[in-house]
């Protein structure tokens, strides 16, 4: 079987979309498909080598096609590069074999939908313009990534339930269940080994709840020290002026995806702090980094919303079984609490480790 799969993406890069591409690829191959990624060609100045970048095995091909890579000019020049793009993938893929094309970006299945039929497409938000609703029509098979996104599409297109499958994020379990102490950790990473440690990764959009986790801060004691790892050169640069009186935040910046499992094992909480003042936020997103926060092992605070509450559960709200303490989101005195009550009840934080490792 052969799968083409179209990415209008920069791979590398230290978005969490790259991770998702790479280790899609790498799983497709390894269940047996002969996988080809097709990419457009950008400027980029992460300079390793992709498989490298991400720890993805060497069994799948790349091809980069030819792109105007105008995406620095806003929103008309990423426009002219998605077209360009668009157009450079139907002329390749039109007379390929592939049994599957599988893409993320509806744009060049539109143009392929006129021509193939053996189309997929991966949705990752909440849209309505022509070429979803192309999509949606023309397609063999729709994969969305929560209940929340398969809804909207029920509900606003019409859409046929099944013929979208849920398929939530997920984590390389071998490269983040890794076996070393907390205190081997830190050790590696140079970070302090007689203070509390709460870990955010990953960008600092404002729906992702950033800004809640850092006014959480003068909340905790001064044992406690919140740890930002992630960001891009402008969230950075943002944040570092947000924080700069903030003694007990520490905005690390991006760091190689292969570093990031030491980080976690490192915390005593992990956070997930996603504001609910946006639908993407609060219904359609599934975020890689929850998975990579269960596989860890390491107890999670998380904001209490519809799309968190399709992987985690409170074991105070059901049966007794819980995997996260979720706490009302956007509300930083709440979080401080939540992570307060993980950190002061062993018991407590041990038991929604356990159960969330048993659903990984």
């Known amino acids: 079987m052969e799968l083409i799969y179209i990415a209008n993406a920069r791979i590398p890069t230290e978005k ?3 991770i998702q591409i790479m280790k899609m690829c790498e799983a497709f191959a390894d269940a047996g498909v002969a996988v080809e990624l097709v990419l457009p060609w950008r400027f980029n100045f992460v300079k390793s080598d992709p498989f490298e970048y991400y720890g993805a095995r060497k069994n799948f091909k790349i091809t980069k096609l030819p792109s105007l890579d105008l995406v620095k000019f806003g929103k008309f020049g990423f426009l002219i590069q998605s077209l360009s793009f668009a157009c450079a993938a139907f002329w390749y893929v039109l007379l390929k074999k592939a049994d599957v094309i599988y893409s993320r970006d509806e744009l060049p299945l539109f143009f392929l939908s006129f021509f193939k039929k053996n189309i997929v497409w ?29 809804d909207f599409y029920v509900e606003k297109y019409g859409a046929a339930s099944d013929k979208i499958l849920v398929a939530p994020d997920g984590v390389d379990m071998e490269k983040f269940d890794i076996g ?83 980080w976690l094992k490192a915390a005593d909480v992990l956070v997930l702090p996603n504001s609910g003042k946006e639908a993407i936020s609060k219904i359609y997103t599934s975020p890689m980094k929850l998975f990579e926060y269960m596989a860890s092992g390491i107890p999670i605070a998380a904001s209490d919303l519809p799309s968190i509450g399709e992987i985690l559960n409170d074991p105070s709200t059901g049966s007794g079984r819980g995997n996260a303490l979720l706490v009302e989101p956007d509300n930083p005195e709440a979080l401080a609490e939540g992570i307060k009550k993980i950190l002061q009840n062993p018991d407590f934080s041990g038991k929604i480790s356990r159960d969330r490792k048993s659903v990984v």
């Open 180 to 262: 070393i102490t907390k205190e081997e950790a830190r050790e590696k990473l140079n970070l302090p080994l007689d203070k509390k440690i709460i870990l955010y990764t990953g960008h600092f959009y404002k729906w992702k709840g950033v800004d809640a986790l850092i006014q959480s801060g003068k909340f905790l004691d001064e044992n406690t020290l919140i740890y930002l790892v992630g960001g891009t050169e402008e969230g950075i640069a943002r944040y570092e002026l947000l924080v700069a009186d903030c003694e007990n935040i520490i905005i690390a910046g991006h760091k190689p995806h292969g570093e990031i499992p030491y």
């Open 122 to 150: 991966e949705t990752h938000s909440a849209k309505k313009n022509f070429l979803v609703k192309r999509a949606l029509d023309k397609c063999r098979a729709v994969i969305a990534i929560t209940r929340g996104l398969k």
């Open 16 to 18: 969490a979309h790259g």
